[in-house]
């Protein structure tokens, strides 16, 4: 049965579960823009950022819902690009999921930057040494190469498809290279600045977007009543499992690299060996749920056929990756500059010391506003658009053909 045609539809979406998850992502929703109001009204001191953390939780969850994004977009293109075809009925749901992720980590930028009445004005005042004034046009035309990807898959462009799915991943690429160098290129932060930060950015990205999109795709054909092969998921584990170990190289050299220089010994004993809640986060959140126990779940045999275990996986990289995206953010900012080496600089705005920071409620409920958003518009997309495959099973005769 050779080169059996996929059938997409919209989901009837009628059902009183359907309703209901809409209704409560709705809510949601709600909450993150009242919490977003609030801050433009009273300002960042209602919640937990101040003049010396300036970047908050809304800043983590603009780098995680990238870095989600750019993974998932990679995953639709596997059957265009890398000719894994027994992927392509999931390219649809896979680059709508992208485009909505990035729109979501847009909004976090943009809610929690104070002034959204001047979104324009990076567009108009360019800056070709400013990694922010680089990045706004990176993110708008990502999001424009995944619509213009939707629209040629649904009128089937096999050509343009091909096309665009080299372009949309050449773009991923660039896209969380821009967000790294956001970090890695800040020479006066000795736990931003790493060459190293870019590459790493991508892999967790890889790595964090097939962690969704098992999740998700698995969820949705659930929900939908929608035949999904468990041989999918678990093809996906196995890319997981590889994408976790180039993770892990990376993280390594970049710690051993930073911890060579004696000039970092006190920021990289902050980290690793202060036993505060950094380090908590660092070796509990992002070595162990985001590394070390999903690669042993998904390396070990009894484990890693397993559809549920490969789902626990992808929802300790989820949780892991957001705590890498925390470390990557705060601890930066926490700890004081060396303005002066040699010299100890003390001052009545914190000046000279470790800040404390701790994610606000407020904060809390911006993030999960806006995520709750973005699989908002995703379940009105699913209803709407002719995103699912009747079904997603393996043809044998076509899985892996080189198109």
Not at 12 to 27: E, H, K, P, T, W
Not at 42 to 49: K, L, R, S, V
Not at 120 to 135: A, D, G, H
Not at 267 to 277: A, E, I, M, T, W
């Amino acid at each position: 049965m050779a080169n059996m045609k996929t059938k997409f539809s919209a989901i009837g979406g009628n059902s009183a579960g359907f309703r209901l998850l809409v209704v409560m992502l709705g809510l949601l929703s709600l909450g993150g823009f009242w919490s977003a109001y609030m801050m433009y009204l009273h300002g960042h001191h209602i919640t937990g950022m101040t003049n010396a953390i300036p970047w908050g939780f809304p800043i983590v969850m603009a780098v995680y819902l990238i870095g989600l994004s750019a993974g998932s977009l990679v995953l639709s293109a596997l059957s265009s690009v890398f000719g894994r075809t027994e992927f392509k009925p999931l390219a649809r749901i896979s680059a709508l999921l992208a485009a909505l992720l990035l729109i979501g980590a847009l909004m976090c930028i943009i809610l929690d930057w104070g002034r959204p009445d001047r979104i324009l004005v990076p567009f108009f005042s360019m800056n070709p040494r400013s990694m922010f004034s680089l990045n706004g046009m990176l993110y708008s035309a990502y999001i424009g190469i995944c619509f213009v990807y939707l629209w040629a898959m649904f009128n089937n462009r096999e050509k343009l498809v091909k096309l665009l799915g080299y372009t949309a991943v050449f773009w991923a690429v660039l896209v969380h290279s821009g967000t790294g160098a956001i970090f890695g290129f800040v020479g006066a932060r000795e736990l931003y600045s790493s060459p190293l930060l870019p590459p790493s950015f991508i892999a967790a990205a890889l790595s964090s977007g097939t962690a969704l999109m098992i999740m998700v795709l698995y969820g949705t054909f659930k929900l939908t009543g929608r035949a999904l092969d468990d041989e999918l998921i678990r093809r996906l584990g196995l890319y997981l499992a590889a994408f976790i170990v180039v993770v892990a190289y990376l993280v390594f050299i970049e710690n051993v690299t930073r911890s060579y220089w004696p000039g970092n010994y006190a920021v990289q004993k902050f980290l690793l060996l202060s036993g505060n809640k950094y380090s908590l986060i660092f070796w509990i959140g992002m070595i162990g749920c985001g590394l070390l126990f999903p690669f042993v779940i998904l390396a070990n045999p009894a484990t890693g056929k397993s559809v549920k275990w490969i789902l626990f996986a992808s929802a300790l990289v989820v949780i892991g990756v957001l705590a890498e995206r925390y470390i990557i953010v705060i601890p930066g900012q926490v700890m004081p500059m060396e303005m002066f080496p040699g010299y100890h600089i003390a001052g009545p705005f914190q000046d000279g010391r470790v800040i404390d920071y701790c994610i606000s409620p407020m904060e809390i409920l911006f993030g999960a506003g806006i995520l709750s958003f973005v699989f908002f518009l995703y379940a009105l997309g699913l209803k709407f658009f002719e995103m699912m495959p009747d079904k997603a099973v393996i043809d044998e005769g076509t899985a892996g053909e080189k198109k």
